[in-house]
């Protein structure tokens, strides 16, 4: 028996209980070092957006277009268009290998930046290998993970995704005395961590779930156009929905955080750069203690997580139309947001990502909806510095009404927990239509 077989007979035989394998979860880990490296260059950059606009004097529009165009937004956006679709015809592991060795060159454009284009330049590139390997890796994740213990792989790497920016902080924060030096450091980390992500990935197999489907001729290879319709159509437009309108107050979050208490006052660079590594050090903690737990308990427990984390987002960015832009009223956004994510924020999106789509459309559709948020996150990133330039309050509105619009969103969304990939594509083929 193949290694391939073995994983997947390993993930049938634990469909039942949720057992898993060593395996399982060092590929899993693996597989979410794509959600590492996305956020941690995505928090990078946010820890040196005012060193950079200071060593190349870049304007607020300058700024708006460095965060617009790389892993927070466009550059990732058209990786995914990418990626996700070429992830679908070739394989994953074409895709989610060899695009790390990409990421690499180009955050060492960055680190060594002498001028803007440099740095314009790698974060772009650095934005299309992030959004070409997040679908793809966690279409992979999603085949190898057994039917009740897909949100809690699924969940390990939202983990992956907030440690890469708590260490990538906590680096900042103790390197915050040097400057820009300090950052260009941190992105040689994400340089080192890339390289070697990408050596224990040789390891790595193709997804058995992708080799059957890709074995099944024509039948098996439905054409884009069919997301367009019926169920898929369905499971687009809520998959898309949600992660659109949470992505534009986490995108916010987590590039422009730091950039806001300082330039409003509310803090120095090392006291920004600890309140956002303390919010995700939350999502840490909320997504191990809740989501990893309860996910593939069943719907109810889904939908209960989702209506309290919701609640708790929507309250985190609507305490600034009240309340001050200060320290206190900071931390009181940050914890809330910081749990409230754990439970309706991207775990949530990447879990049903992989469960409501056939394996032959199942990148292509993410990274759709994957790109889209990011572009939409994009055009958003452009006015962030100006708006924000004239206090909280415009940008506090902007936020708290996405996210409950995505709250609202979420509250519809599929009986999935605990099902088989198989189960649920029979299920959604008699609705089809």
Same mark, same amino acid.
């Given at each position: ?93 074409? !895709? ?21 284009? %440099? ?223 754990? %439970? ?47 206090? !909280? ?41």
């Amino acid at each position: 028996m193949t290694s391939v077989q073995s994983t997947q007979s390993a993930a049938d035989g634990a469909a039942g209980d949720g057992a898993v394998s060593r395996q399982q979860w060092k590929w899993t880990g693996l597989a979410g070092m794509a959600s590492y490296l996305d956020a941690g260059s995505i928090v990078a950059l946010s820890s040196g957006l005012a060193l950079f606009q200071d060593r190349f004097g870049l304007s607020e529009s300058g700024l708006g277009a460095l965060t617009a165009i790389g892993p927070n937004a466009i550059g990732a956006a058209i990786g995914a268009f990418i990626g996700g679709r070429l992830g679908d015809k070739l394989g994953r592991k074409r !895709i989610y290998q060899y695009d790390l060795l990409v990421y690499a060159a180009a955050i060492l454009l960055i680190a060594f930046a002498v001028n803007p284009l %440099m740095l314009f330049t790698g974060t772009f590139i650095v934005g299309l290998a992030v959004g070409a390997d997040v679908p793809t890796s966690l279409a992979l994740v999603g085949e190898f993970s057994p039917a009740k213990a897909r949100g809690k792989l699924l969940g390990l790497t939202q983990v992956t995704w907030s440690l890469g920016p708590v260490v990538v902080l906590l680096v900042a924060w103790a390197l915050s005395d040097l400057g820009l030096l300090g950052i260009r450091i941190v992105f040689l980390h994400l340089f080192v961590v890339s390289l070697v992500t990408y050596a224990l990935r040789r390891g790595m197999v193709e997804s058995a779930v992708w080799r059957t489907a890709a074995k099944g001729g024509a039948a098996a290879r439905p054409k884009v156009r069919e997301l367009l319709r019926g169920a898929h159509l369905r499971a687009l437009l809520f998959t898309g929905g949600i992660y659109l309108f949470w992505n534009l107050a986490a995108g916010t979050n987590g590039i422009f955080t730091p950039y806001m208490v300082q330039s409003l006052g509310a803090g120095s660079q090392a006291t920004s750069v600890a309140l956002s590594c303390a919010s995700f050090a939350l999502v840490i903690v909320g997504t191990v203690a809740v989501y990893m737990r309860y996910a593939d308990r069943g719907h109810r427990y889904r939908k209960v997580m989702w209506i309290v984390g919701s609640v708790m987002q929507v309250c985190a960015y609507g305490v600034f139309l009240v309340l001050p832009f200060t320290l206190p009223v900071i931390v009181f956004n940050v914890v809330l947001f910081g749990v409230g994510q754990a %439970m309706a924020g991207e775990a949530v999106y990447k879990t049903i990502s992989q469960e409501v789509f056939p394996t032959m459309l199942r990148g292509t559709a993410q990274g759709i909806t994957f790109g889209t948020s990011r572009v939409v996150l994009g055009v958003w990133s452009f006015f962030v510095p100006a708006l924000a330039s004239t206090g !909280i309050a415009p940008v506090a509105t902007f936020l708290t009404a996405s996210l409950l619009i995505c709250g609202v969103i979420g509250l519809f969304m599929p009986n999935t927990a605990g099902k088989s990939l198989e189960q649920v594509e029979a299920e959604r083929a008699v609705t089809r239509g």
